[in-house]
């Protein structure tokens, strides 16, 4: 196998049902990339267990990870789609990657900051060390290009710099990966309290809307989502509910910002609101009609976690290999 194009790699975590952020954000973005590049689309279940899983959900859930992606436009022929847990690699470079992580780094970490005060009874050793695990799934691949939502920008920050001290101390080992991050739909923010990030754990099941969702549902939670006394459907920092739904519909209608103020201009919230609803369930129909279909033949989802974990575990073994030499294992 001879490895001429450039690498993608991203990962999602089965750790609960997934949001139109982790769509608009990632997924809806990993297909642009199918062609032109060698890609490896994660489902990162190693990630997940930071924050206590219910194991017969967190099982159901990376089956049905793994189907949206396949929903969401990516061939298994095209991209490598895989289980995080399927390829050792993964944990053991996460180790060694430990060792090349400083403590004040992963301090300063917010991801870290905001889980350990969410899950104050379990700010476990590995919810610290997130990002070194992180670092891990993509140096292990040799990847360039890593399209992600902006909240994880500070942790592919800390993996450049990981494989920047790597490389100082043991001479080219990793690559040094860049980001992607589409400017227009970065982060999807909370219907309920839009200056925070939309999160699939969120228990207020009104502030999140998930890609499986129906269409009443969806309409539903955007009628109710937050704006403000203003009536003006305007993007601006001191509308953040207003602006969020704005990029919501653009996301889905392919609308510039200024389009959408010009189609809204003298209309109210609710009619907007139910735009807004109808464009994003009518995106997501097809989604949601190929992923019932995949996940009626659990067998072929198992095929493609299978030939995908394979053939990550070449590549990754590669670059172990490499690592365990640089660092004075014995092989
Ligand atoms: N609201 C968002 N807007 C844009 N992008 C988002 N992403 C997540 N939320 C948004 C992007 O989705 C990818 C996968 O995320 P993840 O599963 O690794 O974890 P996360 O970032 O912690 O996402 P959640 O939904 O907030 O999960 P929980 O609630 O379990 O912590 C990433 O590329 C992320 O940027």
Redesign the pocket.
């Known amino acids: 196998m001879i490895q001429d194009k450039k690498i993608v790699f991203?990962?999602?975590?089965p750790?609960?049902n997934l949001?139109i952020?982790?769509y608009?954000?990632?997924i809806k973005n990993f297909s642009r990339f199918s062609d032109d590049y060698k890609t490896f689309y994660c489902v990162?279940d190693l990630?997940a267990i930071t924050?206590r899983q219910v194991p017969a959900e967190l099982r159901r859930r990376t089956y049905e990870t793994l189907a949206l992606y396949m929903a969401c436009g990516l061939d298994e022929k095209k991209n490598t789609l895989f289980v995080q847990s399927h390829v050792p690699a993964h944990a053991e470079l996460g180790w060694i990657l430990d060792c090349y992580t400083m403590f004040g780094e992963l301090s300063r970490m917010t991801q870290f900051k905001d889980k350990s005060a969410k899950h104050s009874q379990n700010i476990n050793a590995g919810l610290f060390t997130y990002p070194s695990l992180m670092a891990a799934d993509i140096l292990l691949y040799q990847t360039d290009l890593v399209p992600?939502?902006i909240?994880?920008k500070q942790h592919l920050e800390l993996s450049r710099d990981i494989a920047m001290r790597f490389n100082q101390i043991y001479g080219d080992t990793f690559t040094v990966p860049e980001g992607y991050i589409s400017t227009d739909?970065?982060?999807?923010m909370s219907l309920a309290e839009p200056t925070s990030?939309?999160?699939?754990?969120d228990p207020n099941q009104n502030a999140v809307v998930y890609i499986l969702d129906s269409k009443d549902d969806i309409i539903r939670k955007f009628k109710k989502a937050v704006t403000d006394s203003d009536s003006e459907i305007r993007f601006s920092e001191d509308k953040p509910g207003v602006s969020n739904l704005i990029t919501i519909y653009g996301a889905f209608t392919g609308k510039s910002v200024e389009e959408v103020e010009r189609e809204f201009a003298g209309r109210g919230y609710g009619d907007f609101k139910l735009a807004v609803g109808e464009a994003c369930a009518d995106g997501l129909a097809p989604v949601r009609e190929e992923f019932a279909r995949l996940m009626a033949d659990k067998a072929h989802l198992e095929a493609v976690m299978k030939s995908g974990a394979d053939e990550a575990a070449y590549y990754a073994r590669k670059t172990m290999s490499k690592v365990r030499r640089k660092i004075g294992f014995v092989n």
């Open positions: 991203s990962g999602v975590q750790s609960g949001t952020g982790n608009l954000g990632a990162v990630h924050v992600v939502g909240d994880q739909t970065m982060k999807i990030k939309m999160s699939k754990s």
